[in-house]
């Protein structure tokens, strides 16, 4: 999948909403150890930079070169690439071994992961017990009634260019896979729902919708998505010029979970 976001990588970079702080620090009072955390489909390195002011250490990995070119630096983070020929074993090893890891984070990307082979790596890697996966993406932006009703006739119109991957991120993860145990904060079938609120102009929106892959497919295959009229209804509709910046919010959602263990997988101490 790393094509479909290595040509809007500059774009995603700016563009893509911030998570709440809340949500790392909610996170982080689930694990009872803060040494590694593991951040998979990183891309810019949005998500691992807030669990960075909880962990010692974070692995941010992606198999998109283009993506981790744009990632934010930061002391405690790592930046690995895991092109799509890695081995289970070796991203394993890459990551930190058996065992090792306190929280693994996954935003707005698992929906595009080799689920049995991302899960069967995470049952791994996450330390037994106490190790916390979360997974979390967006699929919608509140505004306005008049607003939201403009944008709901652009995603019909991008339906037939949607990537079968997709269907996960657009129904909140409700048919997510996730065999993980409930801790709280979303479980399969039943995803956490939660806010992102955001002070964003037109201008900005209009590149979030640029940096999907639904819109570069489409664009890839000659049919522009955003065209002028709908952009100047969309802008009619904000009650203002492009660079107007306004209160939204995003409409997310959250799975979380850790390893069930069986009794004989218990350590002998406890």
Request: a negative charge; one cysteine or more; glycine letters at 8%.
């Amino acid at each position: 999948m790393a094509g479909l976001f290595d040509k809007q990588a500059a774009i995603y970079l700016d563009a893509r909403p911030n998570y709440p702080n809340e949500w790392y620090a909610m996170l982080a009072d689930l694990t009872p150890h803060h040494s590694l955390a593991w951040d998979a489909g990183t891309g810019n390195g949005q998500s691992a930079l807030g669990v960075a002011e909880h962990y010692e250490q974070v692995i941010g990995t992606d198999i998109s070169v283009e993506q981790l070119k744009h990632a934010v630096q930061h002391p405690r983070v790592q930046y690995l690439h895991t092109p799509l020929s890695i081995s289970d074993d070796e991203l394993v090893n890459l990551i930190g071994g058996e065992n090792s890891v306190d929280l693994v984070t996954v935003a707005e990307a698992v929906h595009w992961f080799d689920l049995p082979k991302f899960y069967a790596v995470v049952k791994r890697v996450l330390k037994k017990p106490g190790g916390i996966i979360a997974v979390w993406g967006y699929n919608d932006m509140n505004v306005s009634p008049t607003f939201d009703a403009i944008k709901k006739s652009y995603r019909e119109a991008c339906k037939p260019y949607w990537n079968p991957n997709a269907k996960y991120a657009l129904d909140g993860y409700r048919t997510l896979p996730f065999p993980f145990e409930n801790v709280g904060l979303g479980c399969e079938g039943e995803p956490l729902l939660l806010d992102i609120p955001k002070e964003i102009s037109l201008e900005r929106y209009l590149g979030v919708l640029k940096s999907t892959s639904t819109y570069n497919t489409a664009r890839e295959l000659g049919v522009d998505l955003l065209s002028e009229k709908l952009v100047n209804e969309l802008e009619d509709a904000w009650g203002g010029p492009r660079e107007l910046v306004r209160s939204v919010t995003y409409k997310a959602f959250m799975l979380a979970g850790k390893i069930k263990l069986d009794s004989e997988e218990l350590p002998k101490n406890l």
